[in-house]
């Protein structure tokens, strides 16, 4: 599969991407974190960048205006690589781990994301043995059943001992 070039400004960071990831993808990739609140669904518009260089293929969206297509602005979650790329990334489409405390002064945004050496991985599990309970157990139970002159709802039926 081919690969481009996409760099990074003001960071000035280059990564080696396939052609058809997308730039946010190629960001994070890069170690640049770009505001996308809506996860990639290019509903948010938060992850406006600015191409400088090269050729993208994007799909429409209504989160850019027509003076900042002009501008050749794109949605990094909706604007795949089909060449090697120059990319400026504004200011408010940054997500800046290391700067400014989010709540209280001592808690920054850094905080919540974990590098993969952080990371432990899971015990071994033994045989026949779960080391956590699951999220839902399947029970079986019997309950009265309901009829015209007894109009009570299920879970009071599950309540009533």
Do not use: W
């Not at 794109?74 to 990334?89: F, G, N, P």
């Not at 779960?130 to 059943?145: C, H, Q, V």
């Amino acid at each position: 599969m081919e690969k481009y070039k996409v760099t990074f400004y003001p960071d000035n960071k280059t990564v080696e991407v396939e052609r058809d990831k997308t730039i946010l993808s190629a960001a994070i990739s890069a170690g640049i974190y770009i505001n996308s609140h809506c996860a990639g669904e290019g509903v948010c518009g938060r992850c406006k960048v600015i191409l400088k260089d090269g050729k993208v293929l994007t799909q429409s969206s209504g989160n850019i205006t027509q003076e900042e297509r002009k501008q050749q602005v794109y949605l990094a979650c909706l604007t795949t690589v089909h060449s090697d790329l120059k990319i400026e990334i504004p200011a408010q489409s940054r997500l800046d781990l290391e700067g400014e405390a989010i709540g209280s002064p001592d808690l920054r945004l850094k905080d919540f994301y974990a590098s993969s050496e952080d990371i432990e991985p899971p015990a071994p599990l033994k045989e026949g043995v779960f080391l956590r309970s699951p999220l839902a157990t399947k029970l079986y139970l019997e309950l009265p059943l309901p009829d015209l002159d007894d109009k009570v709802s299920d879970l009071e039926r599950l309540t009533v001992k």
